[in-house]
């Protein structure tokens, strides 16, 4: 329902394009690891991934689920709550690996949240925390690198701004991209899981980014 909802959803309010890397393959069992820069987002990359034939569960903020409508789709279809700061955020990690050891496909930001600038402009993934490192270390799923740009320009900023953004966007119809990189297989230790995956982000971010002719996709450097 959710992956039919934001391919709905998604063409009202900007115009998206989908690429990848050749010999790309999202097969089941597979950590889609997306870089984080709006609430408008989540819905972009799942509309992309669906049309290329995934439907993943997600990880998500779990006040999500508090939201009326909305929250009954995700525990429905069993998305995973994260509870950040909380002692049963260990219990998503655990969820998430259940998720893949059934062949499912996972969505995750590594992140861990949204960038506090208020602009639209684009920006190189943020830091990483160790989640996706962990989860990789447990189960050895693939992790399918993707970036996503444009997201900005439908929500960004304030409340205020973000509610305008909302409002306008069927009109603008601002363009959005999503790139899909070839799978990896990470090794290493956490440190050196997380820096490679944030790598392969960034890279793809850089592509997507470029796609809409963002100055960020030229000058961003890694970190």
Known sequence: MLSRMADILVPAFGRLSVTTDPGCEIAPGSIICANHTSLADPAVVI?????????????????????????RFLAREGHIPVHRGDRRAAAALDLAARALDQGRCLLIYAEGGLPRRKDAAEAAPGSFRSG????????????????????????????????????????????????VAAPLALAGDITARTARARTAVTTAWRTAAAHLGEPAALTARFA
């Open 132 to 179: 996706l490192a962990r989860l990789v270390g447990r189960t050895g799923a693939p992790v399918v690198p993707v970036g996503q740009a444009g997201a900005r320009r439908i929500t960004s900023g304030g409340v205020v701004k973000q509610l305008a953004g909302l409002a306008t966007a069927p009109a603008r119809r601002p363009d959005l991209h999503v790139h």
């Open 47 to 71: 509309a992309a991934l669906r049309r290329l034939g995934a439907e993943p569960v997600v990880m998500a903020a779990a006040g999500l689920w508090r939201v009326p409508v909305l929250g």
